[in-house]
């Protein structure tokens, strides 16, 4: 097949280099965008003049033919294209002419693929933004379901506090807001028209690049033609989102597979979303959990491969750059995948709340809720921090809890104690008087859920 850019060159290109060059076999995933793309770019030549009107109307419309035909799957991608472009203007060509070849005046494939990269990134990121919205309703659906289920709180993995089940996952709804934020942002600087920026220096053309910027739903174009064309910011900053989003559902991940253990047995995780053993029959293993706690390496992978693509590049256009599509489709598609299958997960979750009240009641995570009983009395905090692990270290010996010591046991070691030491040290207690914006107190979980609720619906 002849290149469209042959009349340089004497020589057939070699196969091997023809194969390594090509990125048809991945970028064919822009074709709507691709099209899209060129029919805008059409109606501003007519709308210009810089192309005749009938021819104009000729390839818009066999641009439509070739779009619906590709979506009904009567057209396939010939792989012997070198890219989507060039695949799109030869099936134009052959269906109407040599109208056909009018199509690529006042442009080059440099802004070509900048603009379809952004239009595809565009569709791609408001499709996870909305998966996103999906999941934070999800914790939010677990959490009004599970406001009164105390559990321990932990920090380094060793239990510090009575906090409810609700509080502890409406902070990953906090987190995945952040991500959505982190992507509207990205959003809103990369929507920005490179079309018309040409091969790096713009064109001779009298071209009305504000008007194909508008038909394709950009805010504005960029201003500056070589940055036009190279730049990539976008694909960084998006990546580093999804790092970022990643990150989150890892953690959160962790937290399920620690959590269905038998060691903990705080959740149980649906028939639908495990998988078995091969060997051990009484296995039930938290694989998706598991998969996404995987996948997060997979994107932090492609986030520093596109960087270290990018870092020595000099303006403007490079073939490096071809580099960018396979990694940030593949984060794409990773998170997309990742976010699919954890909503049902969580949705169909089970929370065994006994056993997380059990777990809080034999951790003394009252503890700090005892010392501030003595300060209230007028006790000073350091040594009721004292006074307290004292009683804590003789609970151990005895093999009892906090709540269970005789108050006779207590006024032993400060004649400060009275009777209403053990409603103050009640895990229910503990819980509702943590009263501060932000805390475990059910006015404070409320006020999470309607926070993230009224997010979700903006």
Known sequence: MEKMW????KKELDKTANDF????????????????????????????????????????????????????????????????????????????????????????????????LRLYMRDEVNEIIALLLELIDVICDKAEENRDAIMPGYTHLQRAQPITFAHHILAYGMMLRRDVT????????????PLGSCALAGTTYDT??????????????????????????????????????????????????????????????????????????QKKNSDMAELVRGKTGRVYGNLMGMLTVLKGLPLAYNKDMQEDKESIFDSVETVKMCLKVFCPMIATMSVIKENMLRAAQNGFINATDLADYLVKKGMPFRTAYKTVGQLVALCIDEKTVLEELPLETY????????????????????????????????????????????????
């Open 411 to 458: 006024r032993g070691y400060s004649d400060l104690f009275r009777e209403d030491l053990y409603n103050e040290i009640s895990l229910k207690t503990c819980v509702e008087k943590r009263i501060s914006k932000g805390g475990t107190g059910l006015a404070s979980v409320n006020e999470q859920i309607a926070f993230l609720r009224a997010f979700i619906g903006e």
């Open 6 to 9: 042959a009349g340089r060159f």
């Open 182 to 193: 982190r992507l509207r942002d990205a959003l809103a600087r990369m929507n920005e028209s």
């Open 208 to 281: 009305d690049r504000d008007m194909t910027a508008a038909a394709l739903g950009f805010d504005g174009v960029m201003l500056n033609s070589m940055d036009g064309v190279s730049d990539r910011d976008y694909c960084v900053e998006l990546m580093s989102a999804f790092a970022t989003l990643m990150m989150h559902l890892s953690r959160f991940s962790e937290e399920i597979i620690l959590w269905s253990s038998w060691e903990f047995k705080f959740v149980e995780l649906d028939d639908s979303f495990t998988t078995g053993s091969s060997i051990m029959p």
């Open 21 to 116: 060059n090509s990125s048809i076999s991945f970028d064919s995933k822009m074709y709507r965008q691709d099209i899209t793309g060129s029919m805008a770019h059409a109606a501003m030549l007519k709308a210009k003049g810089i192309i005749p009107a009938d021819a104009a109307d000729t390839i818009i419309d066999g641009l439509e033919k070739i779009l619906a035909d590709m979506e009904s799957g009567t057209l396939a991608v010939d792989l012997e294209c070198e890219d989507i472009h060039m695949f799109v203007e030869k099936v134009l060509t052959e269906r109407i002419g040599d109208a056909g070849k009018m199509l690529h005046t006042a442009r080059s494939r440099n802004d070509q693929v900048a603009l379809d």
